[in-house]
């Protein structure tokens, strides 16, 4: 190997690591084929736990008249950076709350989908901020007198 021998190739080889270097990085993420994001399905039960951790958090639910006819559901949710960014935080959510989860189901009919909001059902509110957009679930209406 020949040694460099003058300033502008030498510049040219910093350049070209340089651009390197720096340039974005490439994220791989898997595709959303498992869930049917044309369609939206809500359930309601209660909170088995909250897995707040990356690639993706996790929420897992049981819905049923009793413990044991209960089923379980498995919501994907975002990064820990994207949840903390729409409000939610590690103890947003704790086993033994009761909600409703309006999420885009997977395609194959298992209990489990992608989360698309999460509503306290004893207040009506959502957890982290209300979900926007044209598929933005509808808060119910208040009771009578509390206003």
């Known amino acids: 190997m020949r040694p460099v021998r003058s300033i502008g190739a030498l510049a040219g080889l910093v350049a070209v690591l340089?651009?390197?270097?720096?340039?974005?990085?490439?994220?791989?993420?898997?595709s959303f084929g498992l869930f049917d994001m044309s369609k939206t399905a809500e359930v309601e039960g209660t909170i088995i736990k909250l897995e707040w951790s990356n690639p993706h958090c996790w929420l897992f639910l049981a819905s049923g008249p009793s413990d044991t006819e209960a089923v379980n559901y498995g919501f994907?949710?975002?990064?820990?950076g994207e949840m903390t960014r729409r409000g939610w935080t590690k103890i947003s959510?704790?086993?033994?709350?009761?909600?409703?989860?309006k999420f885009h189901p997977v395609r194959d009919g298992r209990p489990a989908g992608y989360m698309m909001s999460v509503m306290m059902t004893d207040t009506g509110k959502y957890v982290g901020r209300p979900p926007e957009g044209p598929n933005a679930p509808t808060p119910p209406a208040p009771p009578p007198g509390s206003g």
């Open 93 to 101: 959510v704790k086993p033994g709350d009761k909600v409703k989860v």
């Open 18 to 30: 340089s651009f390197g270097a720096a340039a974005p990085p490439v994220f791989a993420h898997h």
């Open 76 to 80: 994907e949710m975002t990064s820990v």
